[in-house]
């Protein structure tokens, strides 16, 4: 699994602790506020892969956290996951039309907590690869027709390397080592090494340049913010 990061936001601190050694365990990296002020000031340096977010916090409540973040150009497509005290369905519903993605009453087991913040994970990884048009920085990259065009020029690249790229930039900013992106573009029943990846990451710098696609040392590869 990729080293992917999930923010929590929680003014109990023996509760952060306790997510935070959880999630090491499972291979997330994570990082810790205590209201959600500091949670947004975190999510902006940091851009998190998903955020949990308490409701009842100092300074700046969960609610307003989230409908901030949501109205963030930077931050409004983080998967957002409460995870609060609060079971009442009012509560619950305001937190989903503020923008939550999903809504979980503590108290709750780690194994159950984990097991959410996959789904949700999962859920927006997918949904990202139905778009047929990227267009990021000066890159178009047109999945119907397998072309990516820069300006008045036009790059019909191999269906592996066209695949690779548009996965990354689908997803920008975002790290995914090696093993991800074997699954995700080559699929999990192909045997292929871990070489690959990175022959097919030269290939496309030496035909677009190598200014969009970041080596991260020792964990992979990301798509320029």
């Known amino acids: 699994m990729a080293k992917q ?17 959880n999630l090491k365990k499972e291979g997330f990296a994570v990082l810790k506020a205590e209201n959600g002020e500091e949670g947004i000031k975190i999510a902006k340096e940091h851009k998190p892969d998903l955020v949990l977010m308490d409701i009842m916090m100092p300074k700046m409540d969960g609610m307003e956290a989230v409908e901030t ?26 937190g989903l039309d503020k923008g939550g993605d999903d809504y979980i009453t503590k108290p709750i ?49 191999p269906r592996k390397e066209f695949e690779l790229l548009y996965y990354l930039a689908s997803r920008k900013g ?18 292929v090494v871990d070489r690959t990846v990175d022959v097919h990451v030269r290939k496309i710098r030496e035909k677009l340049g190598d200014h969009y696609i970041e080596t991260v040392k020792g964990v992979g590869y990301r798509f320029k913010e």
Request: avoid cysteine; aromatic fraction near 6%; hydrophobic fraction near 35%.
């Open 5 to 21: 990061t999930i923010l929590v936001v929680d003014d109990e601190k023996d509760l952060l602790d306790l997510i935070e050694y």
């Open 69 to 94: 973040m949501r109205a963030d150009e930077d931050l409004k497509s983080i998967p957002i996951i409460f995870l609060t005290a609060r079971s009442d369905e009012k509560t619950e519903v305001e």
């Open 109 to 157: 087991s780690t194994t159950k907590l984990i097991s959410r913040i996959k789904a949700v994970m999962r859920r927006f990884d997918e949904t990202t690869e139905d778009v047929d048009r990227l267009d990021v920085h000066d890159l178009s990259i047109d999945k119907d027709r397998y072309i990516v065009t820069r300006g008045d020029d036009e790059f019909q690249l």
């Open 174 to 191: 975002k790290v995914r080592d090696r093993q991800t992106l074997l699954n995700k573009v080559w699929g999990d029943n192909i045997y």
